[in-house]
């Protein structure tokens, strides 16, 4: 098989029960620079945080907004502007993700002055955020992923055989564009440190999410309290109720200036 082929079938994976997610299957074609909806915050002050926010693999961009993401952000009076990213699946199947979000969101973003970055990633948005802070450490100051693809089920069962994330045998040296899953989970085997070039990393899923058993495996290399569960699968119900939950406590900027009630 070759290497776009297994690109197509691993990432199509990832999209599956799409319906449930509250994703469109229409796929759209990837276009240089990548779409992205901005809203900044309404305080008295100028901010110097933003929160990026990377949708699952056919999700709208507009979604966010309608199931209330951002309005979380505003009711709770968090300084942080918000960009949502149209980072759909075409960019992974032509493996351009990562170059994408440094050149057209993280890149941008420092120079327009944030000091500090946060991604939130839905689904495969959060298998998005994760490899790209692998590949540009410091970048990201924070990442929140909820229901993560984590990888092809036979890379999840290699990595639950061998005892869970830190004693699975990573391989060594550069991998191919193919094996970036298990390029990805090389890296969460650190994912318990904190230094200035590794993220912060919080991990929010359903437990019945069709995922659960590759979630399971990350919460058990985190912190218990950088996990959140919730009762749900694969869909924006348990992903609401894990974004309030987690916003409550997350180090992010408050300031009673940038609260909107009723946002």
């Known amino acids: 098989m070759t290497t776009s082929r297994l690109a197509r079938r691993t990432l199509l994976a990832a999209a599956g029960g799409a319906a449930l997610a509250g994703c469109a ?14 809203e900044s915050a309404p305080c008295a002050a100028p901010v110097d945080t933003l929160v990026v926010f990377l949708p699952g693999a056919y ?31 075409r960019y992974y199947e032509e493996r351009t993700i990562i170059d994408r979000l440094q050149a057209d969101v993280i ?26 802070a692998r590949a540009h450490p410091g970048a990201a100051d924070g990442l929140v992923v909820l229901a993560p693809y984590l990888g ?3 890379v999840v069962d290699e990595v639950r055989k061998a005892g869970g994330v830190r004693a699975w045998q990573a391989p060594e040296g550069e991998l191919p564009l193919d094996q970036m899953e298990r390029t990805l989970w090389r890296w969460l085997q650190g994912a318990s440190e904190r ?38 699968g694969h869909e924006w119900a348990p992903w609401r109720m894990l974004w309030n939950r987690m916003l409550d406590d997350l180090p992010l900027p408050r300031d009673p200036s940038c609260r909107r009630v009723g946002a």
């Open 152 to 154: 092809q089920r036979s």
């Open 195 to 232: 230094g200035a070039e590794r993220p912060s990393l919080y991990l929010g899923y359903g437990r019945s999410d069709r995922f659960v058993d590759g979630h399971d495996l990350l919460a058990a290399a985190l912190p218990p309290s950088h996990v959140y569960t919730v009762p749900g």
């Open 59 to 89: 999700s709208l961009p507009r979604e966010f907004i309608d199931e209330g993401m951002l309005r979380a952000l505003r009711t709770r009076g968090i300084a942080a502007d918000a960009w949502i990213v149209d980072a759909h699946v």
């Open 107 to 132: 890149g941008p973003a420092r120079a327009h002055g944030y000091r500090r970055i946060w991604l939130v990633g839905v689904s495969i948005g959060g298998f998005g955020a994760m490899i790209h």
């Open 25 to 38: 299957l229409i796929p759209r074609p990837t276009v240089v620079p990548m779409q992205i909806i901005k």
